[in-house]
């Protein structure tokens, strides 16, 4: 079955440290990739997402995440992390079948602490 | 621009009332989205439709009905409310050609069941 999996609800980091936020999703097929955030009472922002070529994705704020094929993994980094990054991201997967088929993780909650 | 537009955007109901949701979105896309959004649960894809006269089963279907009603429009009906689809609901969209690319989001539905 095709499914999104995002390891831990809550992730807490200090002000300065690496931000790791995970992601896995089962597909026989490579699919599309995409992170988002949402900021409380807000919608979804775009981050970043993973169509082809590069694996090493980078995008806004200092984020950064990578496919990895073999590990059916596209985890989220930022190497420095900053009170406005206290937010709440989700995971999504664009399925290569027909209409456009897409499912969100759970999300990950990212505390960070002064 | 509006992009992607929700009505109502808050709306509380007794169990066992109908509501329609509304969804229109002025970009020319043909896939369309419908989510609702739970605390740790992410978001959970209700209804999709990947072009005008089509519609797909997502992953939390029960309880629910859409019509794609144009190449615009994508409404979400709940024919008898229950406490259990008390949550945020957010309408998407994403262009036929732009399988890479992310959806576009409404800034969401708050509904109560009471």
């Known amino acids: 079955a095709q499914s999104v999996t995002q390891l831990g609800s809550h992730v807490s980091v200090s002000e300065g440290a690496l931000v790791l936020l995970r992601c896995n999703y089962s597909s026989s097929v490579p699919p599309y990739l995409f992170w988002y955030v949402q900021y409380p009472n807000q919608g979804l922002q775009l981050l970043l997402k993973y169509t082809t070529g590069a694996t090493l994705v980078k995008g806004i704020n200092g984020f950064e995440a990578e496919f990895k094929k073999s590990e059916t993994s596209f985890h989220l980094t930022k190497p420095s992390a900053h009170m406005s990054d206290a937010a709440e991201y989700f995971c999504?997967?664009?399925?290569?079948?027909?209409?456009?088929?897409?499912?969100f993780g759970a999300g990950t909650r990212l505390f960070v602490k002064a | 621009n509006a992009g992607v537009t929700q009505t109502p955007k808050f709306q509380v109901l007794k169990t066992g009332q109908s509501m329609t949701l509304q969804c229109a979105q002025d970009?020319?896309?043909?896939?369309m989205y419908w989510y609702r959004q739970d605390p740790g649960m992410g978001l959970r894809l209700i209804y999709y439709?990947?072009?005008?006269?089509?519609?797909d089963k997502g992953e939390v279907p029960n309880g629910y009905n859409v019509s794609r009603l144009n190449k615009r429009e994508f409404s979400l009906r709940l024919e008898s409310a229950a406490p259990s689809q008390t949550s945020v609901y957010f309408c998407a969209s994403v262009g036929q050609g732009d399988r890479n690319q992310p959806q576009h989001f409404g800034d969401g539905t708050r509904l109560s069941i009471l």
């Open positions: 999504a997967v664009r399925f290569n079948t027909g209409g456009f088929k897409t499912i």
């Open positions: 439709s990947a072009s005008e006269g089509t519609t």
């Open positions: 970009m020319n896309h043909n896939s």
